[in-house]
């Protein structure tokens, strides 16, 4: 079945303790992106990936890093993480689809983070 | 700087009725629009798009409008379905292959049976 997968799916963790969401993607698509979805101001574009080893960064990049080693995989890692980094995150891949004619995203299941 | 915005955070539509999403944006290089459904507990997934060559993209029972002058799409849902009932964003981005989005806040759809 073709899917993004995201891990974990929950996640409480403390001001200052180093962590890694995983995302990871089967379907071969060479764009990731990450998203954080907060109330009142919808998704928001953390970072993305047009392929191995190439990233760049979206919107809300501040205290956020990622790699690209494999096209499979996008983690999303948080050094340092702080309160305000309290969100729902999605993980999504994209590719051009021939029946709609446009770039469609295919979105994780998504990680809810608290950072207390 | 709300770039893409959706005004009512909520919608309440009986079945069989038309639903009408709205969504604004500023950024007049914004030239290519998407809307996504998003049930609770799940990721978004795509619905429907629409260029800024065309002002209306129909798929089934939904169609997007666009209004470029007034910088302004709607989508529209008819009939509406209990199983309709979903956040709905809108996001928009310069080019359709391009690597950035901009998104809406959402707007909470309930299909009332």
Redesign the interface.
Same mark, same amino acid.
């Given at each position: 079945e073709a899917q993004v997968t995201q891990n974990p799916r929950y996640l409480i963790t403390v001001t200052g303790k180093k962590l890694t969401v995983t995302c990871s993607q089967n379907m071969n698509h060479e764009y990731m992106s990450w998203y954080r979805q907060d109330p009142g101001l919808g998704l928001r574009q953390i970072y993305y990936s047009m392929n191995v080893e190439v990233t760049d960064k979206g919107d809300v990049p501040e205290g956020y890093k990622v790699s690209r080693k494999e096209k499979r995989n996008f983690p999303l890692i948080l050094e340092s993480p702080s309160p305000n980094q309290t969100s729902l995150y999605f993980c999504a891949s994209r590719a051009y689809a021939l029946t709609s004619e446009v770039y469609e995203q295919y979105f994780g299941p998504g990680t809810r983070l608290t950072v207390t | 700087d709300q770039q893409?915005k959706?005004n009512s955070p909520s919608l309440s539509v009986q079945e069989g009725r038309i639903s009408i999403l709205n969504c604004d944006y500023t950024n007049s290089m914004f030239d290519y629009f998407?809307w996504?459904k998003k049930y609770p507990?799940? !990721?978004?997934?795509?619905l429907?798009?629409i260029s800024s060559i065309k002002d209306k993209n129909e798929?089934g029972r939904f169609t997007v409008f666009l209004n470029k002058s007034a910088k302004h799409l709607s989508l529209h849902i008819v009939p509406s379905q209990p199983g309709d009932s979903a956040v709905y964003?809108c996001?928009a981005s310069q080019g359709? !292959?391009t690597?950035?989005?901009?998104?809406?806040? !959402?707007t909470r759809l309930k299909v009332l049976a």
């Open positions: - | 893409v959706q998407l996504y507990a799940e !990721g978004p997934t795509f429907i798009s798929d964003f996001a359709s !292959g690597y950035k989005y901009i998104f809406g806040t !959402g």
